[in-house]
């Protein structure tokens, strides 16, 4: 087995495709054509981590946050991020970064946040936009359900908790086959009319090369009519951070407990509690200030994040209870998450979880 079959299986589940902007996900490090000796899993990748790699025999750590961010105009070893590079290129390690594509998942990050805090009827704090597109098409009446049958089971025509999604409509289409051109129906130099059916169907926007695939290959003619755009529609299933509700109410100073219990910080910060008892609660691992607003508009009783400011606190406004747990003490769990997903895949495979603590943050 190759590096690579572990890392197509991971963005067959979790695809790249929906990583924000600023992050860099993927293969930062490595050649994923060799051949897989081992896998660590990490929350962030240090020199003491590549060191565990290699005392465990592992030539691919999977790490949550990416060490590199931005562009090495050099690598001499100068800096932590350079000395990782080197040290895991000259012991033929790759490294792979998952960050905010498994924060944007589904099942991923937050939904892990809400399993821990028993957060139940859970929906997505802030939907991606613009990752619902829709594929219209034209196909003659006697092939529509074949290429409708390809396109379902390249995954188009999903809607939430529905599946085998479209629209038809029924019609007549025209064309005049040019010279060299071998028409499937038709003649050359002559306009052929032919009774077509108008299919309309979306899917997520990942799967936008093999929805295609399966159009051409299936789509009887020579020159396939279709037309692609983007929708604005919120997805259900892709976006950042949770909110959801407690299976009972209970007392703010309880919530406190829970959260303080369930995520170990030394410490929990928090802005002025707005209410005594609190049932609805908001989540965002990582740094979330920029969700405050929504947490609010969806009217949660508490938000539960990391790397709040001191200003960002005012802006509870006595409308919600602003909890900050610790970027790494709300991230720290993400281990867990990948490796039961690599697990359910490759059982019979070494994967090792780091026992390595790789929080930057000390307290006295």
């Not at 890392?7 to 293969?27: H, M, Q, R, S, W």
């Not at 490595?30 to 465990?56: F, H, P, R, W």
């Not at 892709?238 to 919530?255: C, K």
């Not at 200030?289 to 406004?317: P, R």
């Amino acid at each position: 087995m190759k590096i690579k079959d572990v890392i197509n299986y991971l963005e067959e589940k979790i695809p790249t495709n929906y990583a924000e902007d600023f992050d860099n996900v993927g293969l930062l490090v490595g050649n994923q054509e060799l051949q897989l000796k081992g896998i660590l899993i990490t929350l962030d990748t240090l020199e003491s981590v590549v060191d565990e790699a290699i005392e465990n025999s592992c030539n691919l750590i999977i790490s949550f946050h990416p060490i590199i961010f931005k562009g090495l105009k050099k690598i001499t070893g100068s800096s932590y991020v350079e000395r990782v590079v080197l040290k895991a290129i000259k012991h033929d390690i790759s490294i792979y970064a998952i960050h905010t594509a498994l924060d944007n998942y589904k099942f991923g990050v937050n939904n892990m946040i809400c399993d821990k805090l028993g957060i139940i009827n859970r929906e997505i704090l802030i939907p991606q936009a613009s990752t619902i597109k829709k594929l219209t098409t034209y196909i003659p009446n006697e092939s529509f359900s074949k290429v409708q049958k390809a396109l379902f089971s390249a995954g188009a025509g999903h809607i939430g908790n529905y599946s085998n999604c479209s629209f038809k409509l029924k019609g007549q289409g025209s064309f005049k086959p040019e010279e060299g051109t071998d028409p499937y129906i038709g003649n050359q130099g002559e306009i052929h009319h032919e009774e077509e059916t108008q299919l309309n169907i979306t899917y997520q926007k990942h799967l936008e090369s093999k929805v295609l695939k399966a159009l051409f290959n299936n789509h009887p003619y020579e020159e396939v009519a279709y037309e692609i755009e983007t929708l604005e529609n919120k997805n259900q299933d892709i976006g950042i951070g949770m909110v959801g509700e407690l299976e009972n109410e209970i007392p703010t100073i309880e919530a406190f407990k829970q959260i303080k219990t369930t995520f170990n910080p030394k410490s929990i910060r928090h802005s002025k509690p707005h209410k005594k008892s609190i049932k609805k609660i908001a989540v965002l691992g990582g740094s979330g200030s920029f969700a405050i607003e929504v947490a609010k508009a969806k009217k949660a009783d508490i938000y539960m994040t990391a790397d709040l400011k001191y200003h960002d606190f005012y802006k509870a406004e006595n409308e919600i209870t602003l909890v900050d747990v610790g970027h790494y003490e709300s991230e720290q769990y993400t281990k867990e998450l990948i490796h039961a997903l690599l697990q359910k895949k490759f059982h019979n495979f070494a994967i090792v979880l780091s026992n390595i603590n790789t929080n930057p943050i000390q307290y006295f």
